[in-house]
């Protein structure tokens, strides 16, 4: 399978613990992009590499939140002191043009 | 206000009937504009990129009005399988390079 693949998929962690999540993107492209959705909303930005450069990060994001990609290939995305306000589905993209690639999401549940 | 904005729905139709979204974008910069399909506990998937002049792929029309910062898609003759949530995506070049931002997405229920 050649797609873009995030682990693990799922995720339950007690409040203050640190996570970290990976995603290996299509081998080719350079771009790689960090999204968190809850329900019922759409996927929201949280930060961008291109190759081993992360060139956007939302405001949003804060201190405890970290991005990775070191080699311009894989990307991890560590939260330290999760809250429970941190549960959701973080999604990884990748593209090399104008479609984004989705990897399966990685959830995180807070308790 | 929110960058992009669409009406979350629910839209119920019928089968058969047609029906269309709509969505719009606050900032005058941007460049790209998408559609994308996301079905329950799915990742998003591209439906169809958005073309100034407006496109078509085969059900699906996508429609781009630059001046009111509006962008639309239309399905015709609609399908159970049509069931999904549509998110419109628009594009912006920042002094970092793109940004890829996403409404909340538009839920499509078609219904026997």
């Known amino acids: 399978d050649t797609g873009v693949s995030q682990d693990p998929r799922h995720k339950i962690t007690k409040r203050g613990q640190n996570v970290t999540f990976r995603c290996d993107p299509i081998?080719?492209?350079?771009?790689l992009y960090w999204y968190r959705q809850t329900l019922g909303q759409g996927p929201e930005f949280l930060t961008y590499f291109q190759n081993e450069a992360q060139l956007e990060k939302s405001r949003l994001l804060s201190d405890r939140f970290s991005a990775e990609r070191p080699k311009g290939s894989f990307s991890t995305l560590e939260i330290q002191r999760t809250e429970q306000g941190d549960s959701a589905m973080y999604l990884c993209?990748?593209?090399?043009?104008?479609?984004?690639?989705f990897g399966e999401g990685s959830r995180l549940t807070v308790l | 206000r929110k960058e992009v904005e669409q009406d979350p729905g629910p839209f119920n139709v019928p089968e058969g009937a047609t029906v269309a979204f709509n969505c719009t974008y606050s900032n005058s910069a941007s460049q790209s504009f998408f559609w994308y399909r996301q079905d329950c506990r799915k990742e998003p998937k591209l439906l169809m990129s958005v073309y100034s002049s407006g496109n078509e792929d085969g059900r699906f029309t996508a429609q781009l009005n630059r001046a009111s910062q509006y962008i639309s898609l239309l399905i015709r003759d609609s399908k159970l399988s049509d069931s999904a949530t549509y998110l419109c995506v628009v594009l912006i070049l920042t002094g970092g390079g793109n940004k890829l931002t996403f409404g909340t997405g538009t839920q499509l229920k078609v219904e026997l």
């Open positions: 993209a990748s593209t090399g043009g104008r479609e984004l690639f």
């Open positions: 081998s080719e492209h350079n771009r």
